[in-house]
């Protein structure tokens, strides 16, 4: 198994065990029982059409809403690269627009 792909299992497996460790405050508002996995998700790369996929992106639900869901997005990085800020960045505009800007239509869309 590739070190990414062990990256990505661990992520997924243990995310409670992680968010307790780094960040013991949010851990207290996520309802872990309920976490979906978004992984398969495709996300594009415009203008040019490139197809991007997150390492690990995770709906869990939030205990007292709103808001209803948080987003938690892993990415493993195996060498040190210099355009890993940048590409943080694209995935987190590409993920608010698949996620977020959907779930503000779905809220506002009269039936």
């Avoid at 460790?21 to 594009?44: G, M, Q, R, V, W």
């Avoid at 590409?94 to 996620?99: D, H, K, V």
């Avoid at 959907?102 to 039936?111: G, K, V």
Wanted: charged residues 30%.
């Amino acid at each position: 198994m590739e070190i990414d792909q062990f990256m990505k299992e661990l992520a997924f497996d243990f995310l409670r065990e992680i968010i307790e460790l780094f960040f013991p405050h949010i851990a207290l508002s996520c309802d872990f029982s309920k976490k979906k996995d978004l992984n398969k998700e495709l996300y594009t790369k415009s203008p040019e059409g490139d197809e991007r996929f997150v390492d690990v992106l995770l709906e869990v639900e939030y205990k007292n809403p709103p808001p209803s869901f948080w987003l938690i997005h892993f990415e493993s990085q195996q060498h040190k690269r210099f355009d890993f800020p940048a590409r943080m960045l694209a995935y987190q505009c590409l993920i608010y627009t698949r996620e977020i800007e959907r779930e503000r239509q779905d809220s506002f869309s009269i039936p």
